[in-house]
């Protein structure tokens, strides 16, 4: 390659000032340099720069990032009862359902009268529907024998029909039909009880969470604090170790002097 | 024998999240270097590559192996520091105060090898390079870094900054003679450098 295509050339001469590019062509330019006073200097000037790019580093700190893999939360058995993961309307009905169904497994009854304001469960009152399916004959002749408590003798056959009820199912496994909304009310309640555990579970998660990263925040700072001031001190002792020496060299000199003229 | 750069990639894809913090490891303090060097404040360098780390182990999955992991953490770095840079709207170099503790650059174990002098030169010297660095213009800081401090090639460089690399050598020529001119400049460059020295 002859002068003239190297003279110059920015291309080439960064090859050349790096290293980096085609052989032949830095060996030439090494060569160009040698009959080129222009390019000699301009290659000398950034040889120069580069030198005192050298003394720009950053400052020492702590870094130590690690990537810390979370349990997923998604592999959790109960994972899709998290509000995250249901939406507000999804809730809604399921509160919804789980109220209706209380409500009418406990059979509520709220009724507002002449007597005041009444609320009372399934639980503390006969089942007004077994009075339906009492002999019609044997209520009305109650009615007539106790004109006093026409319900009395109501009562009496309603019990009776019952006890009769019980007999013949007692030796008899209980419905399936029964069983199946009992199970399915068990289980539902059961269910609301694991919203809201997992609930907690995860508010006490988050919180440790946040915790974690306030502490390791400040421990992280306070390392780069301490380094920081470590680097000071030692700066320091160099510093007046500096001093030292140069005084001591002084003194050393004055006391050779001294002795010369004496 | 330490695992690749490649080999801990694989892993770190398959799942193994104590390769991909070897990988951090290796590369948590050069591409802070970077960051440092793009943005001049630690704090914020230090918040780049907590940040460049979390993306690349997120979109680890995607990441083909094309380039070296280096060369694509590189990338992911400078675009942070890009968006950092506008985003704060200011230039990425902030002129150290006057009176500033002269300590403070000093690495550490270089304080009882240099004398006091030397550390302020370096002090003085290590200013004048960040002030004139500032001053050049993102594509050409961003190369000359990449060439300087983290000794990319040519190529590599033209890759990662989606140029021809003859666009690379012309950035640096540039960036390099701004710098040798502001350095001149301010009596801290070459001239007077040399004279500094044995």
Redesign the interface.
Known sequence: MNDSRLCGN??V???YL?G??DEQERLDFGAHLERCERCAAEI???Q??????A???????V???????APDPARSRWAWLRPAAMPAWAQLAAASLVIGIAVGVSGLEVRYGGDGFVVRTGWSRPAPQAAAVAPAGAVRAAASADGAAPWRPELESLREQLRGEWRQAAPAAPGPAGVGRTMSDAELLARVRQIVEASERRTDREMALRLTQVVRDVETQRRADM??V???F??????T???VAQQRELMNYLVRVSQRQQ | MSDTDEELVARSIAGDTDSFNQLILRWERPIYALAYRQTGREEDARDIVQDAFLRAFRALPGFKGEAKFSSWLYRITLNLCRDFLRRTRRAPFLPAPEGMDVTELAPAGAAREETVEDVVSRKDLSRHVARAMGRLPEEQRSAILLKEYHGLTFQEIAELQGVPLSTVKTRLYQGLTVLRRELDRRGSGPARAEGRRP
């Open positions: 920015t291309d001469l960064m090859s790096y980096d590019g000398a000037g950034l120069a720069v580069r030198r005192d790019m003394a720009w580093s950053p400052p020492e700190t870094l130590g990032f690690r990537v810390v893999r380094t920081r470590a680097d000071s030692g700066v320091l002792e160099g510093r170790g500096a001093a």
